[in-house]
């Protein structure tokens, strides 16, 4: 019998209202690369993440309503050193985050399930957390 279970997910599709504002938030803040583009369409990566950044607009017949951008969503990206990324990225962006409470934070967390953790939100209001996990200290 063939197993029939996803064994990860391939890419996640974000709806972005300006497609270049987005791309070059996720490749100059973030450091994805732009692994192709397709007309208004960029597929991103970032080690083995891939994201597809799709316009508002356009011909969209397959979707059943317009896509509330940022809301109900939130995605956690496991980095090597997530201090190193938070440098990076508060030099770029005003605010970083603790999401669990949406207050500002100088940099990242140790949260109690063992990651330390920082979030920022793109340009249209997804939030992204970045996380590293941590070795408990007895």
């Known amino acids: 019998m063939t197993d029939t279970h996803p064994t990860r997910i391939d890419h996640i599709l974000l709806f972005c209202a300006n497609p270049l504002v987005s791309r070059g938030f996720y490749r100059d803040v973030l450091g994805f690369e732009i692994a192709q583009e397709d007309g208004e369409v960029t597929h991103l990566r970032l080690g083995e993440t891939r994201l597809m950044l799709y316009p508002i607009g356009g011909d969209k017949g397959w979707l059943a309503d317009e896509p509330t951008l940022g809301r109900g969503v939130r995605f956690y990206f496991d980095v090597p050193d997530v201090d190193v990324l938070c440098d990076r990225v508060k030099a770029k ?14 940099g990242p967390i140790i949260q109690p399930w063992g990651v330390r953790e920082f979030g920022v939100s793109d340009p249209d209001g997804y939030r992204l957390t970045f996380v590293t996990r941590v070795v408990e200290q007895t």
């Open 93 to 106: 962006v005003p605010r970083i985050y603790n999401f669990d409470d949406f207050k500002p934070i100088s």
